[in-house]
């Protein structure tokens, strides 16, 4: 039988998941397709029933469902665990759904795969305290990266943050901004810049030493602001295209056992969006 896969988040009609799974299905030969279901949060329990009854093989979670999907699941990886939100969602033989987070190790990936291991056993300063920020630090801790320093503007959440993290502190976002030359490693996880709506940037980054790598996880635009400023510093930089592209790299192997090749998708997706 047909195997299929889905994506669900309110909204969903802006997802890109399922053209890049499709693709990887047919790149790989696999006979699967993958399809985006609108769920909006009253309906959530209904639709994790409805997915696992009608055969759903495994999906994947976004906005705004990445936490509150977790009473519904059977199990929880260590990933999901620690960021406490789950991205993708995994059926075993036996009916067990098992919720993971690939969003940490597809920066990760992402990282290492433009830059190497370039900004190992170098300082890391995250910008933004959220789930995106938790799990790409535990991804970065667990893969040898820090000391990782956190700055948010809600100082709060960066300190609550820093205690769950082992090897790390909290600078205020001044003090980030007058620091920021000694950081080999500077990610921007918040949503400032995000689709030219939200236009400005989380810090000034006119401290950045040439060759730093800045990265944010925005995807669309292409570039930030905050990229384009920290790139005139002589900084090297990385958008979101990679770790969007790794992350639902990691749920396809995760469900087919096959590493799907991340090169092409992301140019695909980058030429789509208008690089």
Not at 43 to 65: D, F, I
Request: negative net charge; hydrophobic residues 40%; contains cysteine.
């Amino acid at each position: 039988m047909k195997k299929w896969y889905a994506v669900i988040g309110d909204p969903i009609k802006q997802s890109m998941s399922p053209g890049m799974h499709e693709a990887w299905f047919d790149e790989e030969s696999i006979d699967a397709c993958y399809i985006p279901i609108h769920v909006t949060a009253d309906r959530l329990r209904e639709a994790v029933e409805g997915l696992k009854n009608l055969g759903c093989s495994g999906w994947n979670v976004t906005v705004p469902h990445k936490s509150a999907i977790i009473p519904f699941l059977n199990q929880l990886d260590a990933s999901a665990r620690q960021m406490n939100a789950v991205n993708t969602v995994h059926v075993l033989g036996d009916g067990t759904l098992v919720g993971s987070n690939t969003d940490g190790k597809g920066f990760v990936r992402s990282l290492e795969e433009a830059y190497g291991e370039k900004c190992k056993d170098k300082k890391v300063l995250v910008i933004g305290a959220g789930g995106a920020a938790r799990g790409i630090s535990f991804a970065l801790q667990s893969a040898g990266y820090g000391p990782i320093f956190f700055t948010n503007r809600t100082l709060e959440k960066a300190i609550q943050l820093a205690d769950d993290l082992s090897n790390s502190a909290v600078l205020s976002v001044s003090d980030a901004e007058l620091s920021l030359s000694e950081f080999g490693l500077i990610v921007q996880t918040t949503s400032v810049g995000m689709n030219f709506s939200q236009l400005g940037m989380p810090l000034n980054p006119g401290n950045v030493s040439e060759g730093t790598v800045v990265a944010d996880i925005i995807y669309n635009p292409l570039e930030t602001e905050f990229l384009s400023e920290s790139r005139k510093r002589g900084a090297h930089t990385l958008n979101g295209v990679g770790m969007f592209v790794h992350q639902g790299a990691l749920a396809f192997e995760t469900w087919t056992e096959v590493r799907p090749e991340t090169g092409f998708m992301i140019d695909k997706i980058t030429t789509t969006l208008g690089g």
